[in-house]
């Protein structure tokens, strides 16, 4: 049973920085594609960025490019989401969700999520 574990969310203010975890367990991830999500009130959930496991390609939402940074830790077996320059506009919960086959940017396309990370940026 795939499990995602997310943590490092907070309220901060704009123009500060957060680090998201999100620890993986339940079967090997090597070929897995880690992908960020976010989902503010009352809006449908958003790809923010994704990264091969074996290859760490990386692929990110245009408005987060430069301040935001996916990377992951084999030996942990978690992922990582480096939030800069945050904004007001980056409030939302953050889930990170994994898939072996394919990388996409809708969330129907994700059978396991985590129970999400509360980020607040407040102006």
């Known amino acids: 049973q795939v499990q995602l574990v997310e943590s490092g969310g907070g309220l901060v203010q704009a123009g500060a920085s957060l680090r998201l975890s999100c620890a993986a367990s339940?079967?090997?991830?090597?070929?897995?594609?880690m992908v960020w999500f976010r989902q503010a009130p009352g809006k449908e959930r958003e790809f923010v960025a994704a990264?091969?496991?074996?290859?760490?390609?990386?692929y990110y939402l245009d408005s987060v490019k430069g301040r935001f940074t996916i990377s992951r830790d084999s030996a942990k077996n978690t992922v990582y989401l480096q939030l800069n320059s945050l904004k007001p506009e980056d409030t939302a919960i953050y889930y990170c969700?994994?898939?072996?086959?394919?990388?996409?940017?809708?969330?129907?396309?994700?059978?396991?999520w985590g129970q999400g990370t509360q980020v607040t940026v407040s102006s």
């Open positions: 339940g079967r090997t991830f090597d070929n897995d594609y």
């Open positions: 990264i091969r496991w074996n290859t760490g390609s990386t």
């Open positions: 969700t994994t898939n072996p086959y394919y990388y996409s940017r809708q969330a129907g396309s994700y059978p396991y």
